[in-house]
């Protein structure tokens, strides 16, 4: 199998390819290595993947559709894994147009050239973002999620409506993962993790917003990769239980679905930020801030429809993926921890 995997230099994309091309895949990546955050590790990153063989990369902005008009043209993909978009909550109040350009245009061309080459499945990234001012407990697929906090959370939303649009219009099967604060080595630098780390092992400060009092559902790298992969081959079909007087959001008479991939056990933000000290073997400076514009006090994910389709069974503790975060950290920047 060929899979094409935008975003192929960043976070997920690299742990993806490079899962594939361990098992066999052939992958096609694509990613035009922007600066959002030191395009250095990206590169780095990039440079795990081209040392396969089976690994092919084009560097370019999915924006151009001339470009990717010319990869599909070029190879015959079994499924497509689109992960490139711009990311972070904050940044959107910042550069609005940087994620009108990245998730909605750029997701636009994806759809066109999956459609026009009959792809068999086209899976794409959404975010736990999309629930918004939610506050039911855990965030469930079957729950409406039409009041985002965030431009970010808008472009995902959206994204998640016109791919359903597609797989209505021309049968793509169209599948969405609403991905739940995804940590471990190799990760974003933007990321509260990254950054706390970083921060506390300089002994300078970290913020803290909302006082501490926030929950996340901090999901492991290798979990979430287990739960894409796993999909690959599973499209969507039909649900001809659909009930159009009683619509359930996740799913459709047309190939389409959503799926919460999560670790499904919020973390109290403080206990996280003690698992980092644990790790460093040193105390945290914190400054303690307000609620920022933008953020959810607390994620939470339900993910009975992905275990139940394909047996999706996070395995990582939070002790564990800190632990090999702040190994690869130390490995990675040359730092020693004691």
């Given at each position: 199998?060929?899979?094409?995997?935008?975003?192929?230099?960043?976070?997920?994309?690299?742990?993806?390819a490079?899962?594939?091309?361990?098992?066999?895949?052939?992958?096609?990546?694509?990613?035009?290595?922007?600066?959002?955050?030191?395009?250095?590790?990206?590169?780095?990153?990039?440079?795990?993947l081209?040392?396969?063989?089976?690994?092919?990369?084009?560097?370019?902005?999915?924006?151009?559709?001339?470009?990717?008009?010319?990869v599909?043209?070029?190879?015959?993909?079994?499924?497509?894994?689109?992960?490139?978009?711009?990311?972070?909550?904050?940044?959107?109040?910042?550069?609005?147009?940087?994620?009108?350009?990245?998730?909605?245009?750029?997701?636009?061309h994806?759809?066109?050239?999956?459609?026009?080459?009959?792809?068999?499945?086209?899976?794409?990234a959404s975010?736990?973002?999309?629930?918004?001012?939610?506050?039911?407990?855990?965030?469930?697929?079957?729950d409406?999620?039409?009041?985002?906090?965030?431009?970010?959370?808008?472009?995902?939303?959206?994204?998640?409506?016109?791919?359903?649009?597609?797989?209505?219009?021309?049968?793509?099967?169209?599948?969405?993962?609403?991905?739940?604060?995804v940590?471990?080595?190799?990760?974003?630098?933007?990321?509260?993790?990254?950054?706390?780390?970083?921060?506390?092992?300089?002994?300078?400060?970290?913020?803290?917003?909302?006082?501490?009092?926030?929950?996340?559902?901090?999901?492991?790298?290798?979990?979430i990769?287990?739960?894409?992969?796993?999909?690959?081959?599973?499209?969507?079909?039909?649900?001809?239980?659909?009930?159009?007087?009683?619509?359930?959001?996740?799913?459709?008479?047309?190939?389409?679905?959503?799926?919460?991939?999560?670790?499904?056990?919020?973390?109290?933000?403080?206990?996280?930020?003690?698992?980092?000290?644990?790790?460093?073997?040193?105390?945290?400076?914190?400054?303690?801030?307000?609620?920022?514009?933008?953020?959810?006090?607390?994620?939470?994910?339900?993910?009975?429809?992905?275990?139940?389709?394909?047996?999706?069974?996070?395995?990582?503790?939070?002790?564990?993926?800190?632990?090999?975060?702040v190994?690869?950290?130390?490995?990675?920047?040359?730092?020693?921890?004691?």
């Amino acid at each position: 199998m060929k899979i094409l995997v935008t975003g192929a230099a960043g976070f997920i994309g690299y742990h993806l390819a490079a899962n594939l091309l361990q098992n066999g895949y052939s992958v096609v990546g694509v990613d035009n290595l922007n600066n959002y955050y030191d395009v250095g590790l990206k590169e780095d990153r990039l440079n795990g993947l081209t040392a396969y063989s089976e690994y092919t990369h084009y560097t370019f902005d999915l924006c151009d559709q001339a470009a990717l008009d010319h990869v599909f043209a070029s190879h015959e993909f079994s499924a497509v894994v689109h992960l490139a978009a711009q990311a972070g909550v904050r940044y959107s109040m910042v550069n609005p147009m940087a994620y009108i350009d990245s998730n909605i245009t750029a997701f636009t061309h994806m759809l066109e050239c999956s459609r026009k080459n009959n792809l068999a499945h086209f899976i794409y990234a959404s975010s736990s973002s999309v629930y918004g001012a939610n506050v039911k407990m855990p965030f469930s697929v079957h729950d409406a999620v039409d009041h985002p906090v965030s431009l970010y959370a808008a472009t995902k939303k959206a994204n998640e409506l016109m791919a359903h649009t597609y797989s209505h219009l021309y049968g793509l099967p169209t599948t969405g993962l609403r991905f739940f604060t995804v940590y471990g080595p190799w990760g974003r630098p933007d990321m509260a993790y990254f950054s706390f780390t970083k921060a506390i092992s300089e002994g300078k400060p970290i913020q803290v917003f909302n006082e501490g009092q926030m929950m996340r559902d901090f999901t492991y790298i290798d979990d979430i990769v287990q739960g894409i992969v796993r999909l690959l081959g599973r499209p969507p079909v039909s649900n001809e239980d659909w009930d159009r007087a009683h619509p359930d959001p996740s799913t459709s008479y047309a190939p389409y679905k959503i799926y919460n991939i999560g670790n499904n056990q919020p973390v109290p933000l403080m206990k996280f930020i003690h698992t980092i000290e644990e790790c460093l073997g040193k105390k945290a400076i914190i400054e303690y801030m307000p609620m920022q514009p933008g953020d959810v006090q607390a994620t939470f994910a339900d993910i009975n429809e992905i275990t139940k389709e394909v047996g999706f069974s996070p395995q990582t503790s939070i002790e564990d993926g800190i632990k090999a975060f702040v190994h690869w950290y130390s490995f990675y920047y040359k730092k020693v921890f004691v």
